[in-house]
């Protein structure tokens, strides 16, 4: 009898389903957000820091691998927090260098009155010496003269020192009070996220003064959004206060870490830029010009595009801080007049 052996059933496990990969939109956006984290952490680093170029390493490949767009909204807001922290942390250093530079000045004023006074001690001395070895009348009187006209000259020098350590006083009261003022207000405007005019201001009587002391070269530009009635008119003020923000984080991007971005009003913006002359003052320009030609925000399903003019002046030796203004002022007229989204120089 022969008995038939079932075969074994063979069971099969069901195959796992594999995991939908995520929409590329959605890999796209977090890949931005990722880079404007990584730009942002970098900005304040210093360049040659380990960590700093192991996130350069990782934002090319995050690169490599997904198309990187323009930064979005919130892409701009993460790198503008960054960029905030950043420029208070400048802004605190370089008070600090506007009280030293006033300290020097009144250091270079005591030495240079005392590099004068230097011989009064030893005059007097021997006034003192020669009086009390006198011998007649007319010597005495004399050496009385002489020892009146000594006292006549330290008494000068010590109103001439008075007066200027009184004159570097009550500077230093004006600065005291700027400074109150500048951590009383907000340095920040609180829009774009840029330096505003009261951090213009003290840091424009900072540089006019150190050009004096050093003689070292630096350029103001004035930026000024074409046709930014346009955008108020044509989309609302909350558009408007969309370009101005966009423009700020271009030019923030755009511009040297030595270099400083400032609402000055409106729609008008300053940069300074330091250490530079005319040509390379020119070409720094000519880059954020196109920088901000390139970007474009989104509102809906629009694409909207911006422009801005640039007037730049060079500072000269008579130049205050009013005249400078004036000079890129004039030429940033000339850059509307001549059809705007360019750069003209003041030379």
Not at 134 to 145: C, G, T, Y
Request: hydrophobic residues 40%.
């Amino acid at each position: 009898m022969v008995i038939k052996r079932k075969s074994a059933e063979k069971s099969i496990a069901p195959k796992a389903d594999k995991p939908a990969a995520p929409p590329r939109e959605f890999s796209e956006r977090i890949a931005n957000l990722l880079v404007s984290c990584i730009r942002g952490l970098k900005k304040s680093l210093p360049v040659d820091d380990e960590l700093a170029k192991k996130l350069k390493d990782l934002e090319a490949v995050v690169k490599k691998g997904v198309r990187v767009s323009p930064a979005t909204e919130l892409g701009k807001d993460i790198e503008e927090f960054f960029d905030r922290q950043i420029i208070k942390q400048q802004f605190i250093e370089e008070e600090k260098d506007i009280v030293k530079t006033m300290v020097l000045e009144v250091v270079d004023t005591i030495k240079s009155v005392m590099s004068t006074s230097s011989g009064f001690e030893t005059n007097i001395a021997e006034c003192v010496e020669n009086i009390e070895s006198a011998d007649n009348i007319q010597d005495i009187v004399r050496l009385k003269d002489s020892f009146v006209g000594e006292m006549q000259r330290v008494r000068q020098h010590s109103r001439t020192l008075q007066d200027e350590l009184e004159e570097h006083r009550k500077n230093s009261i004006i600065l005291a009070k700027k400074l109150e003022q500048s951590e009383a207000q907000a340095l920040v405007d609180p829009l774009t996220n840029v330096l505003n005019r009261g951090a213009y201001n003290l840091k424009m009587g900072q540089m006019i003064n150190e050009f004096k002391r050093y003689k070292e070269e630096w350029a103001l530009l004035i930026l000024d959004i074409d046709h930014f009635k346009i955008f108020n008119d044509d989309y609302g003020h909350q558009i408007g206060d969309k370009v101005l923000k966009s423009v700020a984080g271009t030019v923030r991007n755009a511009i040297r870490i030595s270099d400083q971005i400032f609402r000055y009003g409106g729609e008008e913006f300053v940069v300074l830029l330091s250490r530079v002359d005319a040509k390379i003052a020119s070409q720094l320009a000519e880059k954020i010009c196109r920088e901000v030609e390139r970007d474009y925000f989104i509102d809906d399903d629009k694409k909207l595009k911006v422009t801005i003019s640039i007037g730049a002046a060079i500072v000269g030796k008579d130049d205050t801080e009013l005249s400078l203004f004036e000079r890129a002022d004039k030429a940033m007229y000339r850059a509307k007049n001549n059809g705007r989204n360019q750069v003209v120089m003041d030379l």
